[in-house]
T-cell receptor, first 114, second 116 residues
């Protein structure tokens, strides 16, 4: 059973296109995240949602729009893709109450914009 | 300022050597959590350990051990008798605040190469 699953695993698309990455967690966690890992392996938080509410938005371009239909899902939609958006995107979840847990990560989605 | 610093970008060792990966963090909070993650070549992020700021006891799990020193704001990770399968990028992370643990700050990672 996959705890945090994201699809697709690989995504190759042309500049200017709009694409979505889906994420689902079956751990019952109340917080979900999107992280971006660049070519130098640096992991940077993009968004965090707690019980479907946005709580962290790290100055990400508004071409990126997360959507959380329920607390088990956090999808990432990207408009007008640019070359610089090429990276690996990780979805994660954690439980913040009663004691903060570690973040559980999905397998990652390697996005290549050509 | 970087909240989590992993000064070693890349380390190469020969199998069976011991290796220590350094992690230095910065926070003003008294309540915080520290983590280590492993990212093997396959790309997934694997959780290794979580420590809270009130527990400075060192931890050992098989060949892995962690040394948490609040006095030097360090949370170092040692692999004893390294194996080729330990080759990966290792990330140290910090989550801080009594009511705001929703943000994990990651270090830049240390790539460990274990050669046979």
């Amino acid at each position: 059973d996959t705890a945090v699953s994201q699809t697709p695993k690989y995504l190759v698309t042309q500049m200017g296109n709009d694409k979505s990455i889906k994420c689902e967690q079956n751990l019952g966690h109340d917080t979900m995240y999107w992280y971006k890992q660049d070519s130098k392996k640096f992991l940077k938080i993009m968004f965090s949602y707690n019980n479907k509410e946005l709580i962290i938005n790290e100055t990400v371009p508004n071409r990126f729009s997360p959507k959380s239909p329920d607390k088990a899902h956090l999808n990432l939609h990207i408009n007008s893709l640019e070359l610089g958006d090429s990276a690996v995107y990780f979805c994660a979840s954690s439980q913040d109450t009663p004691i903060p847990s570690e973040a559980f990560f999905g397998q990652g989605t390697r996005l290549t914009v050509v | 300022a970087q909240k989590v610093t992993q000064a070693q970008t890349e380390i190469s060792v020969v199998e069976k050597e011991d290796v220590t990966l350094d992690c230095v963090y910065e926070t003003r909070d008294t309540t915080y959590y520290l983590f280590w993650y492993k990212q093997p070549p396959s790309g997934e992020l694997v959780f290794l350990i979580r420590r809270n700021s009130f527990d400075e006891q060192n931890e050992i799990s098989g060949r892995y051990s962690w040394n948490f020193q609040k006095s030097t704001s360090s949370f170092n990770f040692t692999i004893t008798a390294s194996q080729v399968v330990d080759s990966a990028v290792y990330f140290c992370a910090l989550s801080e605040g009594a009511y705001n643990f929703n943000k994990f700050y990651f270090g830049s990672g240390t790539k460990l190469n274990v050669k046979p």
